[in-house]
């Protein structure tokens, strides 16, 4: 007897090539092999991310992470907001990538973090609310604040009061006024 060899036992009927049942459920026409350049670009992602891997982009939809440690941002506030978890199978090459917790079987996660997709439209919209709409609104707040105070300044000088003047200057004077509305996806 030869040392260290593995004895193979061969079932009778079992053919040279056993394929999984994932692979028989699916689709045969489907191709889930990878090319040189999509394997050199999931080593690029692997070595040069930091903490998270890059979630690759899906037609019509913005991925990114959500984390489940947030009591005040919890993922089912998330999933009535539109998000909806990437399953593991969704992804090729995360098919690995899951929790073992019932909380979230078979999504796309690495330690507390899960994989996340928004529809489009409503990812332009909230990025459109959060970074122009809010940011808007506080500047006209700002502005009118100022000119409160100009007003407020000027009334107590028309009486005879010690207070100077307050002029509002260029910058003040450009709050709250509308600008070109951002575009938030890549078209």
Same mark, same amino acid.
């Given at each position: 007897?030869?040392?260290?060899?593995?004895?193979?036992?061969?079932?009778?009927?079992?053919?040279?090539?056993?394929?999984?049942?994932?692979?028989?459920?699916?689709?045969?026409?489907?191709?889930?092999?990878?090319?040189?350049?999509?394997?050199?670009?999931?080593?690029?992602?692997?070595?040069?991310?930091?903490?998270?891997?890059?979630?690759?982009?899906?037609?019509?939809?913005?991925?990114?992470?959500?984390?489940?440690?947030?009591? *005040?941002?919890?993922?089912?506030?998330?999933?009535?907001?539109?998000? #909806? $978890?990437?399953?593991?199978?969704? &992804? /090729?090459? @995360?098919?690995?990538?899951?929790?073992?917790?019932?909380?979230?079987?078979?999504?796309?996660?690495?330690?507390?973090?899960?994989?996340?997709?928004?529809?489009?439209?409503?990812?332009?919209?909230?990025?459109?609310?959060?970074?122009?709409?809010?940011?808007?609104?506080?500047?006209?707040?700002?502005?009118?604040?100022?000119?409160?105070?100009?007003?407020?300044?000027?009334?107590?000088?028309?009486?005879?009061? *010690?207070?100077?003047?307050?002029?509002?200057?260029?910058?003040?004077? #450009? $709050?709250?006024?509308?600008?070109? &509305? /951002?575009? @938030?996806?890549?078209?």
């Amino acid at each position: 007897m030869i040392p260290n060899r593995k004895i193979v036992k061969r079932v009778r009927g079992q053919s040279e090539s056993r394929s999984s049942r994932r692979s028989r459920d699916r689709d045969t026409t489907e191709n889930r092999e990878y090319t040189d350049a999509e394997r050199v670009d999931m080593l690029r992602r692997t070595y040069f991310q930091s903490a998270l891997p890059d979630i690759p982009p899906i037609e019509g939809y913005h991925v990114c992470w959500l984390t489940t440690n947030n009591p *005040r941002d919890p993922i089912h506030g998330r999933l009535r907001l539109g998000y #909806e $978890l990437i399953k593991t199978d969704e &992804v /090729p090459g @995360f098919e690995y990538v899951g929790m073992k917790s019932a909380e979230f079987p078979g999504v796309i996660s690495v330690n507390e973090m899960v994989a996340a997709k928004l529809p489009l439209h409503l990812y332009d919209a909230y990025m459109r609310e959060v970074h122009y709409e809010a940011p808007l609104r506080e500047e006209e707040q700002i502005y009118a604040n100022a000119m409160q105070v100009q007003e407020q300044a000027a009334q107590a000088a028309r009486r005879g009061g *010690r207070m100077k003047p307050v002029i509002a200057e260029q910058g003040t004077s #450009e $709050l709250g006024q509308a600008r070109p &509305v /951002p575009t @938030f996806i890549d078209q």
